[in-house]
């Protein structure tokens, strides 16, 4: 039977099945087979023969829709993968309007991410009661025009709560956002109790505690179901690296100009005709999201 994990913990899976839940262990043969930051992850599809009743061997997990993995370079030129997630269909990207202050920079770092990791964005921003919602769509008015879907909400006035439930219900999401910025009160409001989850891990690590964290899919008790993907350095997401070839096509707005500049190995900072640069001097790119992509290059 096919089952999907909901839980990895140090060789055992817990994984939702028609018949329901059935503890997991891995196929000797998948273990030689895969990489030891490879094997299943939470949200893999797996197939599973029961064993007795709760209980199962996975045999082979299903190939991955996506997956979020986290990239660091192991030589020169050669980066490896340590796989997170499986088959998430999108990432939260929470942000305040103010308190702490919006940071378009940090966006932009976040969206390099979602973008290499072919995961939906969905931009949240909070707070929206301490400036307005005037204020607010200023603030995110250039991601708009990049198509990036924005929420507006306010875990205090209960603004676009409902649109977040429809964003989340039936798909599996990621939150990530800098601490403060309203995630745990956002996410109880969703669902109560569901705060604590969000919030508890960076709430230790604000504290210098280090706190051993089960990747689990936290399920969501809306229409059509849907879960949470929690996994330990979902966190941090915002300082993860990534191969610089790959950063001016996870800058959206660059795509069309890709490949028509002078030199083909164009890193469009500083050659000669280059497309990019001519579209930033035609008002096409915005200097800031031009900047953010310099900075970024620049490994600040
Ligand atoms: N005015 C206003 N305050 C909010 C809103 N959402 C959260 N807050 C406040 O912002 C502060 C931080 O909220 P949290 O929910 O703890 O933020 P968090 O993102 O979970 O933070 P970490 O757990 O540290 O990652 C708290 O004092 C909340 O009461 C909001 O929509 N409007
Ligand atoms: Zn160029």
Redesign the pocket.
């Known amino acids: 039977m096919i089952g999907r994990v909901l839980r990895a913990q140090s060789g055992f899976f817990r994984v939702e099945t028609e018949q329901g839940i059935v503890m997991c262990t891995l196929r000797g043969r998948l273990k030689k087979e895969r990489q030891s930051t490879d094997l299943a992850v939470i949200g893999d599809l797996v197939e599973v023969t029961p064993t007795m009743p709760g209980h199962g061997v996975i045999e082979a997990v299903l190939p991955r829709r996506t997956k979020l993995a986290r990239r660091a370079p192991a030589s020169k030129g050669v980066w490896k993968e340590d796989v997170l997630a499986a088959n998430l269909d999108q990432a939260l990207l929470v942000f305040s309007c103010a308190s702490p202050e919006f940071s378009p920079r940090m966006l932009d770092r976040y969206l390099v991410l979602t973008e290499t990791s072919d995961l939906d964005a969905v931009i949240v921003a909070n707070k929206v009661d301490l400036v307005g919602e005037k204020e607010a769509r200023r603030l995110f008015a250039p991601y708009e025009r990049l198509e990036y879907p924005v929420l507006y909400t306010s875990a205090v006035t209960g603004l676009g709560i409902n649109a977040l439930r429809e964003r989340l219900a039936g798909r599996i999401s990621i939150v990530t956002g800098r601490s403060g910025v309203g995630k745990s009160s956002l996410f109880n409001v969703v669902q109560p109790g569901l705060g604590l989850k969000v919030g508890s891990v960076s709430a230790a690590l604000n504290k210098g505690r280090h706190t051993t964290r089960v990747a689990e899919l936290i399920p969501l008790d809306l229409p059509g179901g849907g879960y949470l993907a929690d996994t330990p350095g979902i966190r941090e997401l915002g300082l993860w690296r990534f191969p610089k070839d790959e950063l001016a096509r996870c800058f959206r707005e660059f795509r069309p100009y890709l490949g028509e500049?002078y030199f083909a190995g164009?890193t469009?900072i500083h050659?000669p005709d280059?497309?990019?640069?001519a579209a930033l001097a035609r008002g096409e790119i915005t200097p800031e999201r031009y900047d953010s992509y310099v900075r970024l290059f620049e490994g600040e």
Do not use: D, G, T
Not at 274 to 277: G, N
């Open positions: 500049c164009c469009h050659e280059c497309a990019v640069r």
